[in-house]
């Protein structure tokens, strides 16, 4: 791309991530990228390491999530070969440090110590809690949670994760010379370890608890209130036309309430409204409509948010609205589209879902797609996602 004269960046996944580890091993599979970058690489410490690469332009950090592991950054073109000397060295040269491990681990004692003391951390710790329970990959730690990484997990976890590189997908995006680059990658990617292990992730099966759930809570002495209003199902027909109905419903709610809850009543100092789908580890959707108020009007602003919903499902969006979220939608992918970040996001998650389709990556395509979305279609999401 010619976007930006100094950016090249990248993103490389492999299918298994923490996953693959039972829970009493979850805190050591997440932290174990962190103490690893902590640690340094090879003969350097991380001191030493960032002294060598002072005055380079230049960022390589290695990552495990549920579901695939990893490592992203990126680098200025003159420092192109830096970042792949530093992804060869993650994969085959991570550095042992008892000490950075210690250091990390007490690091995050002292900040979990006090969290819930925070009224904001508190809240979303309950809010999690209330949808998943005491899910220990979903909530957030105790300092004593902690206690369970240890150097032998640790290391273990990580080497393991980055062993084989032979199923790494790697994608990189930016202004580079083809021909050049092919040498790099044949010198430092095609000499990464390759054992040919065949692997993917595990669907742990942690869905959102189902049926009617409320939580009301106090805690803090502010006059403030939090609220959260989540809808989900573990069951979404994941294709490009629905996920597109399914962002315009989300997008026209916004509209909507912005207009009900801020502008008509006053009551809110600002309304999210979000969306969420996924394929993998299984089909399923969210919907989430937060609002922070004066505790007095909590009941009203819901009751408010509640209507705008039920009347999207009896009457379906104005046309107006509808226009509005296509025309928004078509300038946002229009400006996106310019940006080397939008290509890496949008190339990596065609290709994690296993269903590469690049075809509305073409803006002419998108926008008739786009164009294309009824009003009748917004309705019918609407009584389909919110039962």
Excluded: C
Excluded at 145 to 174: C, M, Q, S, W
Aim: glycine letters at 6%; a negative charge.
């Amino acid at each position: 791309t010619d976007y930006k004269n100094d950016q090249i960046i990248f993103d490389a996944f492999s299918p298994g991530g923490h996953s693959l580890y039972p829970d009493a091993d979850y805190q050591s599979a997440s932290a174990a990228t962190s103490i690893v970058d902590e640690a340094g690489l090879g003969e350097f410490s991380n001191t030493q390491l960032q002294k060598k690469l002072t005055g380079k332009k230049v960022s390589v950090s290695p990552y495990i999530g549920e579901l695939f592991e990893g490592i992203s950054g990126g680098s200025s073109p003159d420092d192109l070969e830096t970042m792949f000397q530093l992804i060869y060295l993650h994969f085959t040269a991570p550095r042992t440090d008892t000490a950075a491990l210690r250091s990390y681990v007490s690091k995050q004692q002292s900040i979990f110590a006090n969290l819930m003391s925070n009224p904001q951390y508190y809240y979303s710790d309950r809010a999690t809690r209330a949808k998943y329970g005491d899910q220990v990959r979903r909530v957030w730690p105790k300092t004593e949670d902690l206690d369970a990484i240890n150097a032998e997990k640790v290391y273990g976890i990580y080497r393991d994760r980055f062993a084989d590189a032979g199923d790494f997908t790697f994608v990189f995006v930016g202004n580079f010379e083809l021909e050049p680059m092919k040498k790099l990658l044949a010198t430092y990617l095609g000499n990464l370890p390759a054992t040919g292990r065949a692997e993917t992730w595990q669907d742990l099966d942690i869905d959102l608890k189902e049926g009617v759930i409320v939580d009301t809570f106090q805690r803090g002495a502010a006059p403030k209130a939090l609220v959260e209003l989540t809808w989900h199902e573990a069951n979404f027909d994941y294709n490009r036309r629905n996920n597109t109905v399914f962002n315009t419903m989300i997008n026209v709610l916004k509209i909507k309430m912005r207009e009900s809850m801020r502008e008509d009543k006053g009551g809110v100092y600002g309304v999210s409204v979000s969306g969420n789908i996924s394929k993998i580890p299984a089909p399923g959707y969210s919907v989430q409509v937060s609002f922070n108020s004066e505790p007095g009007q909590v009941e009203d602003l819901i009751a408010t948010a509640k209507q705008d919903i039920e009347n999207l499902k009896n009457t379906g969006p104005t046309a107006k609205d509808l226009q509005k979220v296509r025309e928004s939608a078509i300038q946002g992918s229009t400006k996106a589209m310019e940006n080397n970040g939008f290509w890496l996001s949008s190339i990596l998650q065609q290709y994690r879902t296993d269903t590469p389709d690049f075809k509305y990556l073409d803006l002419k395509k998108y926008t008739a797609l786009i164009n294309s979305i009824t009003a009748a279609e917004v309705q019918a999401a609407a009584r389909r996602y919110f039962t």
